[in-house]
C-alpha cells in the first residue's frame, strides 16, 4: 500500500493559498484642514467678500487751526469656491459574483474615495505658500516672509526658526500656537545638527535626541517657540531668492516649509476656506452596464487670508548624505 510524500505528484497538496486578507497601502497623515478657517457664514452663491479697514493716521495740530478729517484705508478681501471634484469606481455584477474579494473590496470604495478628496485637500492648502510672490522675499515690516533654507547647501538650520520667529513677530502677530510644517528631509537636518546632537554643549536641547525628533506626526521638542510637524504634502519649490541684506540662493529639488501661528482666537489663522458640499456619495446600480457604480463628490474653495502670519522657508532636498 502506497504512503503519502510532498514530491509525489498529488491532488490533495495546494501549491498556492490565497489570503483571506488585502494588503493595502500606507498612507501619511493629513493634518492642514485643521489650520484653516472655515466660514460657516456662506449659505449659496460662489464668491463672498470681507470688507477690511486699516489703521487711522496722527496729525501735528495747530492751534486754532482747523483739524483734518482723514477716511481710514479700506479693502475688500475676496473669496471664491474653486473647487469642484469627482471621482468614482465601480464593479461589474460578473466580478462580484466570481470574485472571492468582492465584499472587501466594495467596503474600500467609500473610504477610499473619501481619503482621495481630502488628500487633494491637503495639497491645496499646503499649497497656499505659492500665493505669496515667488522668487521674492514677500517682506513685511521690514523682515522677509520667504526665503531659502540658510544650512550647508541650503538646507534647514537654527537661524531660519529664529529669523521666522522674528518674521511674526514684526507683522504682529500673536505669538501663540506656532507651527512649523515642514519636509521630512528638514527634521533629518534637525535630527543631525549638531548643537541639537551635542547636548553636553547645549542642555537646553537635552533629551530631543534621545527619542528622536518626531513622535507620529509632532516632535517631541519646539523649536525657537514652534511645534514642529512633517509633511509628505508640502509645495515643491525651485527658485532664486536674493534675502534682504544677503546674497542670491537657489533651491534644487525644493519643498517649500510653512511657518505660522495657528490661533484660532481673534481671526489669526493664515488661511481661510468654504465648503460648498461636503464629500457626498451616491451609488447606484447601472443596468444598462450590469455594475454597481460608487461616485464621490465635494465642492470648497481655499485662500490665504493673512499674508502676515505665513512664513515660507524653502530647503533642498537632495542634500541628504
Known amino acids: 500500500m502506497a504512503g503519502f510524500i510532498s514530491t509525489a505528484p498529488d491532488y490533495l497538496l495546494r501549491a498556492n493559498l490565497w489570503s483571506t486578507q488585502i494588503k493595502d497601502i500606507l498612507l501619511p497623515d493629513l493634518m492642514a484642514m485643521g489650520y484653516v478657517n472655515w466660514m460657516t457664514e456662506f449659505p449659496d452663491g460662489t464668491t463672498f467678500n470681507i470688507p477690511s479697514v486699516g489703521q487711522m493716521q496722527v496729525d501735528n495740530y495747530i492751534e486754532d487751526t482747523a483739524v483734518k478729517f482723514r477716511a481710514m484705508d479700506t479693502g475688500n478681501f475676496t473669496f471664491t469656491i474653486t473647487e469642484y471634484l469627482s471621482l468614482g469606481t465601480y464593479i461589474t455584477e460578473k466580478m462580484k459574483q466570481d470574485s472571492f474579494y468582492a465584499a472587501k473590496l466594495m467596503s474600500m470604495f467609500v473610504p477610499k474615495e473619501h481619503r482621495a478628496i481630502m488628500e487633494q485637500l491637503e ?25 531659502v533654507g540658510t544650512g550647508t547647501n541650503e538646507t534647514i538650520s537654527l537661524k531660519d526658526f529664529a529669523k521666522a520667529n522674528l518674521a511674526l513677530k514684526k507683522a504682529n502677530v500673536p505669538m501663540v500656537d506656532l507651527v512649523a510644517i515642514v519636509d521630512p528631509t528638514v527634521e533629518y537636518t534637525l535630527n543631525t545638527l549638531t548643537n541639537l546632537v551635542n547636548v553636553q554643549n547645549n542642555p537646553r536641547w537635552e533629551g530631543v535626541i534621545a527619542d528622536g525628533l518626531a513622535t507620529g506626526m509632532r516632535f517631541v521638542k519646539n523649536v525657537y517657540g514652534f511645534d514642529v510637524y512633517t509633511s509628505q504634502f508640502l509645495a515643491t519649490a525651485n527658485e532664486t531668492i536674493t534675502a534682504t541684506g544677503g546674497s542670491a540662493l537657489t533651491t534644487g529639488a525644493g519643498k517649500a516649509n510653512l511657518f505660522f501661528s495657528a490661533s484660532k482666537a481673534g481671526d489669526v489663522c493664515p488661511f481661510i476656506g468654504a465648503w460648498r458640499q461636503h464629500p457626498k456619495v451616491d451609488a447606484k446600480f447601472n443596468q444598462d452596464f450590469q455594475r454597481e457604480e460608487y461616485i464621490t463628490t465635494a465642492r470648497y474653495g481655499v485662500k490665504l487670508y493673512r499674508p502676515e502670519n505665513l512664513v515660507c522657508v524653502l530647503t533642498d532636498t537632495d542634500q541628504i548624505v
Open 123 to 147: 495639497t491645496k492648502v499646503l499649497g497656499l505658500s505659492a500665493s505669496q510672490t515667488t522668487s521674492a522675499v514677500n517682506a513685511i515690516n521690514g523682515v522677509d516672509h520667504r526665503w
